[in-house]
């Protein structure tokens, strides 16, 4: 069973058999903040998305996203901006000759984090599992709201993952244990984009202000292997 404590020494009751209950509690954190807890000193790197367009009408521009820190021209990508929509991606990518980010498998180095996404509450608007899914199973690194009684549930790797192919034998390994639904095409991607904390959810389902992002738990120092997330079962295997 995925997400499942192992025999591990180093865990512990703190990060195991979790109730599910998501913290009534909203963390404040900038973007950068939480992508160094993340992804370390590579944070510059990441590759992200930042536009105000409404999601369902963004053009290819909007999603063709940058590196983090880049500047092109007198442009920077403002990752602070919370009227923004704001997306970064699980994994770390090469660059192109002349140094722009490429999100793309060709260029793929290591990911870094496993996320869950439209984990939700009973009713919540685009859910694909319940939250009761998650319920005695490892504690999550974070927790972000991107709409409203709706997640995305992460899990930090402890070491960077450099295997494509294994990421997405895990993945297909959670479908089947009811984490994600083959509707979410995307949940398989190592090039997958999810919404960073500071930022709105601006789908025009969510009405003309949208929904604001906010992070409802934040524990980075809580980082897993592969055989932690797996539970030791083997149903992934490291080919």
Known sequence: MVLKDSTNENNTQAVSNWTGAIPDTQVTITNRAFLE??????????????????????????????????????????????????????????????????????????????????????????????????????????????????YQIGYIFDVGQTDADLMGRLVESMIRDGLGLDRD??????SRIVRLPVGINNKEKYGPGGWQCRLRLWEPGRRYSVEQIVGGQGSVGRG
């Open 185 to 190: 095409p995307g949940m398989k991607s190592i």
């Open 37 to 150: 807890g993340i992804f370390g000193d590579d944070w510059a790197r990441v590759h992200v998305n930042s536009f105000r367009e409404v999601v369902d009408h963004a053009g290819p521009g909007a999603w063709s996203g940058t590196h983090a820190s880049e500047r092109i021209g007198d442009w920077i990508c403002n990752l602070e901006d919370w009227q923004a929509n704001q997306f970064y991606t699980v994994s770390i990518f090469g660059t192109l000759s002349d140094g722009r980010a490429r999100r793309s498998r060709a260029f793929f180095q290591e990911q870094r984090v496993l996320v869950l996404d439209d984990i939700g509450e009973a009713g919540a608007l685009g859910a694909k599992a319940g939250v009761e899914v998650l319920e005695g199973k490892l504690a999550p690194s974070f927790i972000v709201e991107t709409s409203p009684g709706n």
